[in-house]
């Protein structure tokens, strides 16, 4: 074979490669979850809807957006250790996936970050060993000048989604409790925050493949 035409076959096989490779990554990274199936929301006061009434919280606006049977299964002033304490109910109802959202309340209450972690990775354990699909969500790290100002993620959750391989929604109580107009009080989403944390979850998890 001449030399132009080796080149001409190593250029055809780079195309088909990155042809090849284009469309992987076009692919849906999760298997979508169909609507009607049981998703269960376990956290705390932003996952029951402090703040707002019940009709307004996150997981019933994600159900409307889903067409999924969302439990809200948030309980104020949980801690990362009680949802951990809890996560075994959880499993009995056999849900298709569960968004776990929790750890907020371990910063206000100065649990150090790495029973944090543990509690995190513990719940997120039981959860895969129980064949359920997890979506963890993170949380602000708050700390004494953020209460009255711009918030952000606080970073362990990135650390526990890659460690443990599960999808990870960022971002998003951030933005809202970094809007006076998305609040009811200082750690809170009103009806609007919350209505826009859910449309951003829902679509980060279209994006994903798990919602279509």
Not at 8 to 13: D, K, R, T
Not at 35 to 46: K, M, N
Not at 67 to 86: M, P, Q
Not at 196 to 208: C, K, M, P, R, V
Request: hydrophobic share 40%; aromatic share 6%; with cysteine.
């Amino acid at each position: 074979m001449k030399i132009r035409g080796k080149f001409l076959v190593l250029a055809s096989m780079g195309l088909v490669a990155t042809l090849s490779m284009t469309g992987c990554d076009s692919e849906p990274k999760q298997e979508a979850v169909p609507a009607g199936s049981i998703v269960i929301a376990l956290g705390d006061s932003l996952t029951y809807g402090y703040g707002a009434s019940l009709d307004a919280a996150y997981p019933k606006v994600l159900a409307d957006l889903s067409h999924w049977t969302v439990i809200n299964a948030g309980v104020n002033g949980d801690t990362s250790a009680d949802v951990l304490a809890r996560v075994d109910d959880i499993t009995t109802q056999n849900p298709d996936l569960v968004l776990l959202g929790v750890g907020g309340n371990d910063v206000l209450q100065r649990v150090q970050p790495e029973t944090t972690r543990a509690n995190i990775t513990a719940t997120i354990d039981t959860l895969k060993s129980a064949n359920i699909d997890v979506v963890l969500i993170a949380e602000p790290h708050f700390s004494a000048s953020a209460l009255f100002g711009r918030v952000s993620d606080n970073p362990l959750y990135e650390d526990i989604a890659d460690a443990k391989e599960v999808p990870l929604y960022s971002g998003g109580w951030s933005a809202v409790l970094s809007d006076d107009t998305l609040k009811s009080d200082r750690i809170h989403a009103n009806a609007a925050g919350y209505r826009q944390f859910a449309e951003g979850l829902h679509d980060y998890l279209q994006e994903e493949g798990v919602a279509r």
